[in-house]
């Protein structure tokens, strides 16, 4: 970090403050301090880091989000929810508005949104608000549906988020039928030569695995054991 410091001093004193450059060693500091659970100096680290993005591009470029995103995964490890909640949005945000004036609809654009629909979901779950982390996890698993359909890990992985959430709500029906989905959709046989699970997938066993610990759990011990 200290050499990164006296790199930002130089660049500053032969260029100026708002470089691309300068950015970096300061994201790269802020990660450096996020590893070592310094989230106060990564936040500071971060915040320097996109006040440069921002008045270089303004609110419309996805390395603004980008760093939102790192923001908001600090607030999370404060247990700062309510701020990280916040934070994330604006990288929705961003992220929504780059992408609908954008001509490039890739996967790469889907992924991206999924994952901060995720983590939103994740803390609406850490905060005990159901409704609005199924709501989350189910904007998510859209958007890998869209670039993959049902049968990548992230979009069994969004429907075993939901299940957990059901059945911890009492809703054993809709748990398991999540948890089955999630099996089924592992196998897509129209992609010859590329094996992405069925019956012997590790994700399919560990829906049916989880499926038959939720009857276990709630005392129904026949349907636990034809699971």
Known sequence: ?????IM??????????????????????GY???????????????NNALNIWKEMYGNSHEEIAKLYM?????????????????IYN????????IYADSNDKSDKNEDTLAQVYDEIGKIYNT??????????????????NSMTGDFFDNSKSSLRKIAKIQHDIGDL????????????????????????????????????YKAGNFYLRDGEVDNALST
């Open 1 to 5: 970090i200290d050499v990164r410091n």
């Open 8 to 29: 930002i001093k130089m660049l500053e004193d032969k260029y100026c403050r708002n470089h691309p450059l300068i950015s970096d060693l300061y994201k790269e500091n």
């Open 32 to 46: 450096t301090e996020f590893r070592m659970k310094e989230y106060d100096s990564a936040i500071e680290y971060y």
């Open 70 to 86: 790192k923001l908001g995964k600090c607030y999370n490890e404060k247990q700062d929810y309510d701020k990280a909640l916040e």
């Open 90 to 97: 604006k990288a929705r945000e961003v992220f929504s508005n």
């Open 127 to 144: 905060k005990g608000d159901d409704e609005k982390a199924i709501e989350y996890f189910r904007k998510a698993r859209r958007r890998y």
């Open 173 to 208: 029906k809709s748990a398991v039928s999540n948890l089955k989905a999630s099996r089924e959709n592992a196998y897509n046989p129209t992609h010859s030569g590329l094996y992405y699970g069925g019956y012997n997938d590790y994700g399919s066993s560990r829906s049916l």
